[in-house]
């Protein structure tokens, strides 16, 4: 691949496009940019942001993406997790006077942008490993049911309910009475249609005989249905006098090109929060770009896909819209209707750039009700309770820190939620980690082979103690390597010397070698002579020049056998074979 | 060891304990509570708050230790390093109306030692695993510098310096026309004796013939002589009434049991910072109490030191003091003195509450840059040069963490400084261990050994792709495997089957089940099988149950001979052996 392709994917690809390529792509573009519009909407909303935001963060986003991305078949935009985390991170943060959520929310969008080019440029994309399954897993769940419990409000037509899942739900029920009769009707007989659409009808079409991607667009175009069908009734019975809420005036026309906020305060504030959004929009991005790219055996680029992505969010935070990323369920869509390469990105945003140009009257009569219950029906397919069981069946570590995620996901918030999810994860791993496998070993009688004694019946003398850790010395785990040598050492009196046998050690880092120091110095206070047998190659070539060998109290033995051979030869039997 | 002795090793020691063990442990307390007295009000100083407050924490703390202490010979109390944090905490806190630094010291020291006693309980001490070596040594040696150069202000006699390195230092240049000569002739005078004491002193000593544990109690006795006759220059001179500034009135006597404060917007606040404080405390109290047990081959345990710092802390905090750890100086006077068990800890106390009750009006003329002038000396040895030259010819990756820790301690702040040096080792550790060796291997021909075809003349087919993982699947590393699988598959396109050969995988967490999950779907998609091989038992055990094995495209083979014999056995060369 030449150099310049690949920062920019669209000069391979674009050089192979032809008419056959572009007619697919345009059917997928179609197909993609109908069933986005609502999404938009209604994700703009979850947002707590006007509706129009979601339009915007539809446009150039896509463009971004299809220049920059490896995917072939990737769908952005603004997604239900990405949207809840930015109504939190601009809910709790206290917005310089001036400051309005919309210029907030495309702030976050340009600060998200420049990390996730940073990561990409810098080539972080392994933070992600940071998010294992169980958080990810538990956080995705968690914020489903905070989502879906925080849209109830527009089903039932009361006013504003924020916070966690407990404060939410009082705060329903203390509005009980307030709800409003024609918005209930509305609203549960759209969710009632959406849920029959997903689970009912796909029988149904079975049963007529169609079946494959047809059935699969029908489906689809459900929420898309429920929108036109609920529009012309709020239209025709003028809904909004009996109390339903609409969505109203949308700007019409394009965005104009919209500078974010450049007040420290605020960039302060986002930061951090930015960060997090990035690096939870990057994995599931790739996650979902991968699943796409497996199918058609292609392949895409995790550190690319930051740098699209970041100029994704950069283009949305230019453009006056919201943080965005990578789809599941419109790149499936886009996948199933035949989107052969990047460009059906670029017509897709020529198609919501069509309808923020011509469709928005048309949408000033739809019931929010309505885009609350296509949320809903949404976001329930992220709450995975089969993936709760099946952790908690496997392993219990990494149960725990799914339920720290999805208990304080829900009752303390988001943010703290998946960081705490995080730093559990990690202290579990290296709380494992940091315990290795230490083997105090003898001879096999006989043989130059030597094995842990308590499982294989072997010679030990008095004198001589050797010791084999079975893992590579690093920080976590080489204070309990000390710790496990000391106690040994005041175990035997009459030991003489110790034999570090390092068949299984891959790498030593400073801490390690630190402690080897410790070791070395503390055995000579005590009086026991320190050595080292069977050193790789490489760990050998770092420890040479670092002055260790010389300080070494005893000797580096190229073999156990040999070790042993000379500091305790009674205590060895001969071996046959040598 | 009896379960309640477990947790009050007094009751261990105490039932041993004679005449000649009391006589040795005497006359180490003697010794120590001199050395003690000066020391406990210069850290008060270094940590802003009055000079009795060092006394106060150099009384109860060191009972506690005494009964539930495992080191026979750690001496507990103020240190430099957490003084100078207790410091910065206060410093940056903002105390709640009516909350005195005093009382928020004495709350941050209860805080903390809640915090440690909750470690032992739970047996976190592993979370002191999180501070790599350089990390540790960077940390402690920019510490140092910080801790000298914030008191140069006291030997100059100008106000307060505060802040970061630059502002200390930009402080001190503006306050030059300021200087105190009476001061600077003192301070100095002091700084050069308790140096020339270090350095040249041992010299004369050892040519008149003194060495060994006298020659060493007069080096270590510097300090004090330097107390003594600054107090009577002070006194005699009236040295005060020409600018210099001395201690002044003690309050005499003992301290009141004291009630901390117990503000909640002040211990969440103080919470986090606590908790750095704690592991940073049980970090050095650990390391000094093995280095000094190493000596005598006798033994400590870390999750019950814990537990005695924490008891420590508890009684500083409700005597009137500031937080409190083990010190290595103080430690090592102990030892080299004689100190046989923890009794030298007590009588120690008596003797700092003897100085506490009748001591304090002869420090009343005691100048403040005698103390100043000790702490530099003292701080000065923290500054470890050849440690971070060490660390930059070892390991890159280590000195970069160093670094980090450095710049930020000097230039942000010590808590900043040490929490971003974690985050950055753990970060390098993850991003070394997510790129795991990954091989590719095939048959060495005639035999049932199969190797990296890298490496090694091996014979492959073109429908069969092996792939041998050299490491444990877990959360950071899983996402690599599935990439460089999916590389694979990308690149040959006449793959039928792929093999996970397992030899080497001792473990597999959740999420690596969950990227064998995917890796499964994605080849089912791409028509390919996947197949395991070698196996290890518990693996398997695990495996089994969690229903993947069914999900399975291809079949979990015994060898991997077994696995090409079936999947393509064309490909395979006959084995000989078997």
Chains 1, 2 share one sequence.
């Not at 494992?432 to 019946?457: K, Y």
């Not at 070395?520 to 320190?530: E, H, I, K, Q, T």
């Amino acid at each position: 691949m030449r150099p310049l392709s690949r920062f920019f994917p669209i000069l391979d690809w674009g050089r192979r496009y032809n008419r056959q390529l572009a007619a697919n792509d345009f059917v997928a573009a179609v197909i993609v940019s109908i069933m986005l519009v609502p999404q938009s909407l209604a994700y703009a909303m979850l947002a707590g942001l006007p509706p129009e935001v979601g339009l915007y963060a539809s446009i150039l986003p896509l463009v971004a993406y299809a220049v920059f991305g490896t995917s072939a078949t990737l769908a952005v935009g603004p997604v239900a997790l990405i949207s809840l985390m930015t109504a939190s991170i601009i809910g709790a943060a206290h917005l310089p006077s001036g400051i309005s959520p919309v210029l907030a929310a495309m702030t976050l969008a340009v600060i998200s942008g420049i990390i996730l080019l940073a990561m990409g440029l810098f080539r972080l994309g392994f933070i992600a490993n940071f998010l294992s399954h169980p958080v990810i897993s538990g956080f995705v769940s968690a914020s489903g049911v905070l989502i879906a419990v925080g849209q109830v409000r527009h089903l039932l037509g009361v006013p504003k309910t924020e916070g966690n899942l407990a404060e939410i739900l009082a705060a329903l029920l203390s509005h009980l009475p307030d709800i409003n009769i024609p918005t209930v009707i509305l609203g549960f007989g759209c969710l009632g249609f959406l849920f029959w659409v997903r689970r009912g009808l796909p029988a149904i079409l079975h049963r007529v005989g169609l079946v494959g991607m047809w059935a699969t667009f029908i489906v689809r175009a459900g929420p898309v249905l429920a929108v036109i069908i609920t529009t012309l009734a709020s239209w025709y019975f003028d809904l909004a006098s009996h109390g339903v809420k609409i969505v109203g005036t949308i700007p019409q026309g394009f965005p104009a090109f919209a500078m974010p906020s450049f007040n420290l305060q605020l960039w302060h504030q986002l930061a951090l929060p930015a960060l997090l959004i990035s690096v939870i929009g990057f994995v599931e991005t790739v996650s979902v770009a991968q699943t796409l790219a497996a199918k058609r055996r292609q392949r895409i680029r995790p550190d690319q896909e930051l740098i699209a992505l970041g100029m994704a969010n950069l283009g949305a935070g230019f453009a006056g819209g919201l943080p965005v990323t990578g789809g599941f369920a419109r790149s499936m869509v886009n996948f199933d209707a035949g989107a052969q390469t990047p460009a059906a990105g670029l017509m897709t945003a020529i198609g919501i750039a069509a309808a923020t140009l011509f469709l928005t009257p048309v949408l000033y009569y739809l019931p929010q009700a309505t885009l609350a219950a296509t949320i809903i029906v949404a976001v329930l397919t992220l709450v995975d309770v089969t993936a709760i069981i099946h952790i908690f069946r496997y392993s219990r570590a990494d149960f725990a820190a799914m339920m720290v995620t999805i208990a304080l996901t829900l009752f303390w918030g988001i943010e703290p939620g998946i960081v705490s999810g995080v730093v559990v994860s990690l202290m579990l791993y290296l709380h494992r980690t940091s315990r290795p496998h230490i083997a105090v070993v003898g001879q096999v009688p006989g043989t130059e082979h030597f094995r842990n004694v308590l499982r294989h019946d072997v010679a030990t003398g008095t004198s001589v103690l050797t010791v084999r850790p079975d893992e590579s010395l690093y920080f976590a785990n080489c204070r309990y390597l000390e710790d496990r040598i000391y106690a040994l050492i005041a175990e035997n009196p009459a030991l003489q010397h110790v034999v570090l046998m390092c068949s299984a050690i891959n790498e030593i880092d400073s801490s390690g070698l630190e402690s080897l120091h410790e070791i070395n110095a503390r055995l000579r206070d005590s009086g026991v002579s320190f050595n080292l047998s069977e050193v790789k190659g490489p760990v050998m070539d770092r420890l040479d020049p670092s002055g260790f060998v010389t300080e070494l109290t005893g000797r580096v033995f190229l073999s156990q056998y040999d070790a042993l051979a000379t500091l305790d030869p009674s205590a060895l039997t001969p071996c046959r074979i040598a």
